[in-house]
Nanobody
């Protein structure tokens, strides 16, 4: 029900915009989040946004470089990633949290996408 896109191979300093299209019947009832998982590491929080897009949260490692946004008319959440670094290399997943506030806790998300690979070369 969640499909991520927009990943790819880029160089340090480049940008990417990830999209997550949701086929949820009441998309605006869900807080949405982006998480990532690098090889050999646990899934970690990246960013989250509440149902209305009025509140956002970011991991310290991406604050000031990444921006999360959503378009409830298109059932889509975005992650604009600027000034990419090699340490941003990971599979990026979006999650949907029914009536959530935009938490960093992955176990509170109800649905997940399959992920999209982001690779940043040095």
């Amino acid at each position: 029900q969640l499909v991520e896109s927009g990943g790819g191979l880029v160089r340090t300093g480049d940008f990417l915009r990830l999209s997550c299209a949701a086929s949820l019947s009441t998309f605006s009832s869900y807080a949405m989040g982006w998480f990532r998982q690098a090889p050999g590491k646990e899934r970690e929080f990246v960013a989250a946004i509440n149902w209305g897009g009025t509140n956002t949260a970011y991991a310290d490692s991406v604050k000031g470089r990444f921006t999360i946004s959503r378009d409830n008319t298109k059932n889509t959440v975005y992650l604009q990633m600027n000034s990419l670094k090699p340490e941003d290399t990971a599979v990026y997943y979006c999650g949907a949290d029914y009536w959530g506030s935009g938490t960093s806790r992955s176990n509170e998300y109800d649905y997940w996408g399959q992920g999209t690979q982001v690779t940043v070369s040095s």
